[in-house]
């Protein structure tokens, strides 16, 4: 299990999170990416990053990388790419995120070092669970954003809340596991677009916090 990890402050107080999917929720899915010049941002990411961040969540990448399994990159490579992004997302105004984790596993690796039965393959909760630990935060009031099943079936198994968009692999098949048989996730939100989720994940807070408020006047 990786993570190219940026420095966070320590409040008190365990923080909630919106775990993201990369390819096919933040720029588009074009298979295994390798190149810089294959980033292609998709539509609206940057304002959704930043309605997400000003609500006060971390934003933090969740990513499996069989490219490194493959020997298509190395772990260095792949997090040179995905400051690449950042730097992309940065210069149209999104905020900075606050984590990637990425697991470079598979079960059937070209790279013996590699070819392993991990708990960092989605849809496997692992890069979820060590990034909470690692950043304190609080599964409960967390999220988890992918395209895949194989994602929300991570976030679910994380004790997150899940929203599948449906802006990449939304119908690709489960991926490959050496689990022998997997259950079908079911998404706490269906919608189009990051943005669409990130207003429904608002919506969310915003009547948790009503209720929060009521019960605190009885």
């Known amino acids: 299990?990786?993570?190219?990890?940026?420095?966070?402050?320590?409040?008190?107080?365990?923080?909630?999170a919106v775990f993201l999917d990369r390819d096919g929720v933040l720029v588009e899915d074009v298979g295994l990416l390798r190149r810089e010049e294959d980033v292609r941002l998709l539509p609206e990411v940057p304002e959704a990053l930043a309605?997400?961040?000003?609500?006060?969540?971390?934003?933090?990448?969740?990513?499996?990388?069989a490219v490194v399994a493959r020997g298509l990159l190395d772990e260095?490579?792949?997090?040179?790419?995905?400051?690449?992004?950042?730097?992309q997302l940065r210069a149209v105004g999104a905020?900075?995120?606050?984590?990637?984790?990425?697991?470079?596993?598979?079960p059937?690796?070209?790279?013996?070092?590699?070819?392993r039965d991990c708990d960092c393959r989605k849809p496997r909760p692992g890069l979820i669970l060590r990034a909470a630990m690692e950043r304190r935060l609080d599964l409960s009031r967390s999220y988890l954003v992918g395209d895949r099943?194989?994602?929300?079936?991570?976030?679910?198994?994380?004790?997150?809340?899940?929203?599948?968009?449906?802006?990449?692999?939304?119908?690709?098949?489960?991926?490959?596991?050496?689990?022998?048989?997997?259950?079908?996730?079911?998404?706490?939100?269906?919608?189009?677009?990051?943005?669409?989720?990130?207003?429904?994940?608002l919506a969310q807070s915003s009547s948790s916090t009503e209720v929060s408020a009521l019960e605190a006047k009885r």
């Open 95 to 106: 905020p900075l995120l606050d984590g990637f984790y990425f697991c470079p596993h598979h």
């Open 51 to 65: 309605l997400l961040k000003a609500a006060g969540y971390d934003l933090v990448v969740v990513s499996n990388q």
């Open 149 to 201: 099943p194989t994602d929300l079936l991570a976030g679910q198994r994380a004790g997150c809340k899940t929203v599948w968009v449906h802006t990449g692999q939304h119908d690709a098949p489960l991926i490959q596991t050496s689990e022998s048989s997997l259950e079908q996730p079911c998404a706490d939100h269906t919608c189009g677009s990051l943005l669409e989720a990130a207003r429904w994940i």
């Open 1 to 16: 299990m990786n993570q190219f990890l940026k420095p966070s402050s320590s409040p008190l107080l365990p923080r909630p």
């Open 108 to 115: 059937k690796a070209d790279l013996k070092a590699y070819r």
């Open 76 to 87: 260095a490579e792949v997090k040179a790419l995905q400051g690449h992004i950042e730097a």
